[in-house]
């Protein structure tokens, strides 16, 4: 085991894949490869393994851990195009395929600009080699639209007050740094969060996290991807960190079991819902105190499986 990430729910997770020899497994976030090494082992050295990541260090160190496995693809690209990067390999139907979403806990510790506990460079970029840094958001964005953000993808109440906290303080100085934009929040809203156990900047930063790596639009549309790929009985397994991710997951699945997501008023469906699958976890999996107490990191984590008909 490597210290880059501990594998949250792995047992519980590989084993909803139910894996047959011969299989093709997708893994949509390899991180540091610790639920893929479980899917190959089951493999045992049958079918393959195909893993995305859309961060080079996690490709970097899943290959090394992986290494004595031949039956493996790797592939550093966002989930998002999971379709079309398997139809480039000629494959258009798979047998199972797992979500563990968010970041590891090698992002989080490692200079990334993702952890508000220590002073790293604003960054929070997943792929380093795209797109726009959350300095360069939380800089330019609109007062109102940070606003937005923040309540929509933080879900923090007090978001115009957070907001209002962060166009004052950079009228005066960039924000550069992961620690002064977590000692705006926490001056601006600390009171409020005096009696919870987290930090009052956890929502404001997760709101930035998921805006800068567009990461709500990735799962919607790769969830309804997989699902459409899987072979009859075939797997989706899916890892969630926070209501929003969840809210995606469920939905996503009840419309894939037949449930119609018409507005009441409309007299018939329009929305083509059709039982594809059947929804294994009528609850989520959660993981044991004892994986709590191990791994705190998998506190909020919810599993949830379907099975294509
Ligand atoms: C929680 S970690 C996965 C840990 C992994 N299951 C393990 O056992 O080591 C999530 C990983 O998914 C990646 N990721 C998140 N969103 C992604 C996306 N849209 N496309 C590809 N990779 C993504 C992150 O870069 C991160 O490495």
Redesign the pocket.
């Given at each position: 085991m490597t210290n880059?990430?501990?594998?949250?729910l792995?047992e519980e997770?590989v084993s909803s894949l139910d894996i047959k020899p011969g299989s093709v497994i997708v893994?949509?976030?390899?991180?540091?490869?610790?639920?893929?090494?479980e899917i190959l082992k089951k493999l045992n050295g049958t079918g393959m393994l195909i893993g995305?990541?859309?961060?080079l260090?996690?490709i970097n160190e899943?290959t090394k851990r992986l290494d004595a496995y031949s039956n493996k693809i790797l592939i550093n690209?966002?989930?998002?195009y999971l379709k079309e990067k398997l139809k480039e390999m000629n494959i258009d139907s798979i047998d199972g395929i797992?979500f563990?979403?968010?970041?590891?806990?090698?992002?989080l510790d490692a200079d990334r600009g993702f952890s508000f506990l220590r002073d790293e460079v604003l960054d929070m970029r997943?792929?380093r080699e795209s797109g726009k840094t959350a300095a360069a958001y939380v800089n330019n964005l609109e007062e109102e639209e940070l606003a937005n953000i923040i309540y929509n993808y933080g879900e923090e109440r007090l978001s115009r007050r957070v907001a209002r906290a962060i166009v004052d303080a950079r009228s005066k100085e960039y924000i550069n740094s992961t620690k002064q934009l977590a000692d705006i929040v926490a001056q601006k809203i600390g009171w409020a969060y005096s009696k919870l156990n987290i930090h009052p900047a956890t929502r404001t930063f997760q709101a930035i996290r998921i805006l800068v790596?567009?990461?709500l639009k990735?799962?919607e549309v790769?969830l309804q991807d997989a699902i459409d790929i899987l072979k009859p009985n075939g797997k989706i397994v899916v890892?969630s960190?926070h209501s929003l991710e969840d809210r995606i997951v469920k939905r996503t699945f009840q419309f894939n079991a037949g449930r119609c997501k018409c507005p009441n008023k409309i007299p018939i469906c329009i929305c083509g819902a059709k039982e594809v699958i059947d929804i294994e976890t009528k609850k989520p999996i959660t993981p044991s105190d004892e994986e709590i107490s191990d791994n705190s990191r998998s506190r909020s984590s919810k599993l949830r499986v379907g099975r294509k008909l």
């Open positions: 880059y990430h501990k594998s949250v792995l997770a893994d949509a976030t390899l991180g540091g490869g610790g639920h893929s090494e995305f990541d859309r961060d260090d996690a899943a690209s966002n989930f998002l797992l563990d979403l968010g970041v590891s806990s090698y992002q997943m792929d790596n567009d990461e990735a799962i790769a890892i960190f």
